[in-house]
Every structure is written in C-alpha cells, then in structure tokens.
C-alpha cells in the first residue's frame, strides 16, 4: 500500500491563494486515479478534484475554476493549486490514491481561511 505525505496546509486569508503537495512513497504513473478530498468540521468528507494517470481531471461544482490539480509522474506528487479561497473551503485536506473506498489516504493538512 502506497503512503502519502500532505504538505502546505495552513492559514490563508480570503481571496488569497494555497498550494497542497502530496508525495507517494510508491511511483505513481500506475495508479489510475488519484484525488483531493477535504472535510470541513463537523461535516463528512466530500471530494474536491481528481485527476487519472492519463491527465483527466474531475472538479466538484463548488471549486470549478478555482482550483487545479496536477500530477508529476517523474517526481511521484500530486498538487493542488488553489486561488481565491472562501472561508467555505476551510477544511482538512486529504490526498488519496486509488479511489475512496479502498485507496490510501495521507493523515491531512489542515486549511484555514480566515481574515
């Protein structure tokens, strides 16, 4: 079971931008969908973007145009880029690797957005 690492979480004020890293311990070109998800206080956890090995990219609707999610086979990590955060987007973030249910999970970074 591959094991991923969660890095750039942290506060951020409204309007402003964040970048989250995610680095396997395994190569990644083989895992066919890898994905952002997050879970906001008191709430389930809820995907944010995916992206398959092959470059296509899933957003959910209240993220679209926002935020971009990347992977780079060579140095086995996955990013999200994300602009114009809304204290709605404040959350712990989750990379995942081979899908919800039976995938592997990073221990989370946490986002806060806040003035």
């Known amino acids: 079971q591959v094991q991923l690492v969660e890095s750039g979480g942290g506060l951020v004020q409204p309007g402003g931008p964040l970048t989250l890293s995610c680095t396997s311990s395994r190569r990644i070109f083989r895992i066919v969908n890898m994905g952002w998800y997050r879970q906001p206080q008191g709430k389930q956890r809820e995907m944010v973007a995916q992206?398959?090995?092959?470059?296509?990219?899933v957003y959910a609707d209240s993220v679209k145009g926002r935020f971009t999610i990347s992977r780079d086979h060579a140095r086995n990590t996955m990013s999200l880029q994300m602009n114009n955060l809304i204290p709605e987007d404040t959350a712990v973030y989750y990379c995942?690797?081979?899908?919800?249910?039976?995938?592997?999970w990073g221990q989370g970074t946490l986002v806060t957005v806040s003035s």
């Open positions: 995942n690797a081979g899908g919800m249910t039976e995938g592997s």
């Open positions: 992206i398959s090995n092959g470059g296509r990219t």
